[in-house]
């Protein structure tokens, strides 16, 4: 049986005693009636606060510059990528469609908190790096045409130019070599420890305004303002402003009857918020001079040499000493000059904005 109906009941049962006074047509007396007519008699209680119906206190919603209503408000925080809850959860022990269940209002946002601002930028310092390795073919003057061999003859990464035999190039395939040029890195955004992208950390304070079932009072113009037991946990019981106002205050206990809503929360109805940081870059200041000298060698310890040949950002092919092997080869720098840059970016652009102020005055929790 629906509490509704167990209200009813009640009625018939206590009203013979004088508890509760019939309010509806034909309900004037227990006499001559039975029991399926004393059901249909709707009926509210001696000191005015409930109708059976209201789980909780019907009470008189008349609040100045509020909405002429209680409602059913969830105030939490929220991650980039949860929801709020849903009106139908406000309410232990009822379902999300169940017809008594309250429906949404609004969704309130309330206003967020300074930006923490971009993280610096910074940049790499630029480096001159030795060449690659070496692309020995078969033919003259590097011809790497059909009918010749290529041999790639390089050291490992990041090669500091010590001596390194990456392997035997005998006679017959050492025509010629072609000496990668040197690499003038360039300077790159540094990425910091947790990068930003300009919105804000963390999850952002919402409200959740859910309308109540007004019709479960039998005066019109109460109000139903559920038990709190009833509520589930982080929901409260709040009233709302209707005007856009930074200044509107809650009700005082001489202009309305019944509860105090005395906890006063501040929510925006609109935020956008458009702030992110622009991308680092770096731009380079001065450039680099980079020059090497590679040397080959017959042996694999280089001891024997071949020849040496000046390497700049072009690289540079050499012809082989006729009947030589290729070993081993080194080398060193002429000029290791790197350049400079600066870094730019990491400015905050963009605006923030609120729209339609509102403010929510509850019940204090325990009341």
């Known amino acids: 049986m629906s509490q509704w109906g167990a209200g009813r009941i009640l009625a018939a049962l206590v009203g013979v005693s004088g508890a509760v006074v019939a309010m509806a047509s034909g309900c004037g007396a227990v006499d001559g009636y039975d029991c399926a007519e004393l059901l249909a008699c709707e009926f509210i209680t001696e000191d005015g606060i409930n109708n059976g119906a209201c789980d909780g206190v019907c009470v008189d919603a008349t609040f100045g510059g509020f909405v002429q209503q209680p409602f059913l ?50 940049c790499t310092a630029p480096a001159c790096a030795l060449p690659a390795g070496l692309s020995v073919t078969s033919g003259y003057m590097c011809d790497e045409g059909p009918g010749e061999t290529v041999t790639p003859f390089e050291p490992q990464a990041a090669w500091d130019g010590t001596c390194v035999a990456p392997g035997t190039v005998p006679a017959a395939a050492f025509g010629s070599f072609a000496i990668a040029p040197v690499t003038e890195r360039a300077c790159e955004v540094v990425a910091a420890p947790v990068p930003r992208d300009g919105a804000l950390p963390g999850s952002a304070e919402v409200a959740v305004v859910c309308e109540g079932d007004d019709s479960r009072c039998p005066n019109d113009g109460d109000h139903c303002i559920g038990a709190e037991e009833r509520l589930t946990a982080g929901w409260r019981r709040c009233i709302m402003s209707e005007i856009d106002d930074d200044y509107v205050e809650c009700p005082s206990g001489e202009d309305i009857r019944g509860p105090r809503y005395s906890e006063k929360f501040t929510f925006w109805v609109v935020v ?10 770096c731009h380079e200041t001065a450039p680099s001079v980079c020059v090497a000298i590679v040397s080959t060698f017959e042996d694999a310890a280089c001891g024997e040499m071949i020849d040496s040949a000046i390497v700049r950002e072009n690289g540079v092919c050499h012809d082989a000493e006729p009947g030589s092997t290729l070993g081993s080869m080194n080398a060193a720098w002429r000029v290791n000059a790197p350049g400079s840059c600066v870094p730019s970016g990491g400015e905050l652009m963009g605006e923030h904005t609120v729209q339609g102020r509102r403010t929510l005055c509850c019940l204090p929790e325990g009341t």
Do not use: F, K, N, Y
């Not at 949860?82 to 017809?99: K, N, V």
């Not at 206003?111 to 923490?116: A, I, L, N």
């Open 73 to 122: 408000v969830w105030i939490g925080s929220i991650g980039p990528i949860e929801q709020p809850p849903e009106c139908g959860e406000a309410l232990q022990g009822t379902r999300s469609d169940d017809p008594a269940s309250p429906a949404t209002h609004d969704l309130l946002h309330a206003e967020p908190p300074p930006h923490p601002g971009c993280d610096p930028c910074a």
């Open 272 to 281: 956008d918020d458009t702030r992110e940081c622009t991308p680092c870059s």
